[in-house]
């Protein structure tokens, strides 16, 4: 069975850094791509960014509210991703999940993306 | 971006009801649509991909239809289990957008 677990979650002040992980068992770790997904308190989901595994290209994406300041990568030998949240605004404040991607191709061989496994999550919390 | 607007916001339903959730993308977004069912306090799960494949496990009760811009999630027979928040996600490109929710709530 796969898990995910995150951790690094916590307090911090604007302007501040932060690290996340995800731990995954139970999967060939390597093999899949990875997303981030955040739900600010009595808020919706949002999508904060992906990696793609090291056979497609171990590339990141990310939303446009974190490009510039979040970064993912990934550690296949130790099974962990990872989110580095840099320059934390208050509006940063969610909770912070990691999710295995389910992939399926379509037309132009063109990958589409759905989160099929979630970690429990990680709560953020950004203020003075 | 494409956006993704989800109707109604919540609803309440009795148990053994048929009950539809709809979603609509600001372009179209093919049969790129993902469904996600949240209970409180807990992570999302993955209900539907590819706007009607399922993922092992999930109940034949629930069932996904449309295509291009307009999508609906049925629950042929609302059970009490089912209560909780409903998300659409579309899969056709990045960045990855959400719906904004259906809130579930049993009579």
């Known amino acids: 069975e796969v898990q995910l677990v995150e951790s690094g979650g916590g307090l911090v002040q604007p302007g501040r850094s932060l690290r996340l992980s995800c731990t995954a068992s139970?999967?060939?770790?390597?093999?899949?791509?990875m997303s981030w997904i955040r739900q600010a308190p009595g808020k919706g989901l949002e999508w904060v960014g992906l990696?793609?595994?090291?056979?497609?290209?171990?590339?990141?994406e990310y939303a446009a509210s974190v490009k510039g300041r979040f970064t993912i990568t990934r550690d296949d030998s130790k099974s962990i991703a990872y989110l580095q949240m840099d320059s934390l605004q208050i509006e940063d404040t969610a909770v912070y999940y990691c999710?295995?991607?389910?992939?399926?191709?379509?037309?132009?061989?063109?990958?589409?993306?759905?989160?099929?496994?979630w970690g429990q999550g990680t709560t953020v919390t950004v203020s003075s | 971006d494409i956006q993704m607007t989800q109707s109604p916001s919540s609803l309440s339903a009795s148990v053994g009801d048929r009950v539809t959730i709809t979603c609509r993308a600001s372009q179209s977004i093919s049969n790129y649509l993902n469904w996600y069912q949240q209970k409180p306090g807990k992570a999302p799960k993955l209900l539907i991909y590819?706007?009607?494949t399922f993922p092992s496990g999930v109940p034949s009760r629930f069932s996904g239809s449309g295509s291009g811009t307009d999508f609906t999630l049925t629950i042929s027979s609302l059970q009490p289990e089912d209560f909780g928040t409903y998300y659409c996600q579309q899969a056709y490109s990045t960045p990855l957008t959400f719906g904004g929710g259906t809130k579930v709530e049993i009579k």
């Open positions: 999710t295995s991607v389910l992939v399926w191709f379509g037309e132009l061989f063109r990958a589409h993306y759905g989160m099929d496994v």
């Open positions: 139970g999967v060939t770790f390597g093999d899949h791509v």
């Open positions: 590819a706007t009607s």
């Open positions: 990696i793609r595994s090291k056979a497609f290209d171990g590339t990141a």
